[in-house]
Nanobody, 117 residues
């Protein structure tokens, strides 16, 4: 059974930092591309950052220079370090595992990040 469990969300003031973690089980973690998505109230879910199985990263423009995605294949964890947080970063953040060879996606249940002004 595949599980992605996020943690690290919470309430923070603008300009602050949070680190999200996602622990995976039930998948061959090292061959999956891993990503963080977010969904704000009334908006569509959007990709925030992705890290490939090979370690390549990409970010949505609004978080470049502020957020950093990383992965620990040995412990099956993907992180999202979020610095200089802004109120517009407020959203539910979801961990995603993408098995490219089969086009399969797995999702966590999300963690809420709230940034106050």
């Amino acid at each position: 059974q595949v599980q992605l469990v996020e943690s690290g969300g919470g309430l923070v003031q603008a300009g602050g930092s949070l680190r999200l973690s996602c622990v995976a089980s039930g998948i061959i973690f090292s061959i999956n591309d891993m990503g963080w998505y977010r969904q704000a109230p009334g908006k569509q879910r959007e990709l925030v950052a992705r890290i490939s199985s090979g370690g390549s990263t990409n970010y949505t423009d609004s978080v470049k220079g502020r957020f950093t995605i990383s992965r620990d294949n040995g412990n099956k964890i993907v992180y999202l370090q979020m610095n200089s947080l802004k109120p517009e970063d407020t959203a539910h953040y979801y961990c995603n595992a993408h098995w490219a060879d089969y086009g399969i996606d797995y999702w966590g249940k999300g963690t809420l990040v709230t940034v106050s002004s």
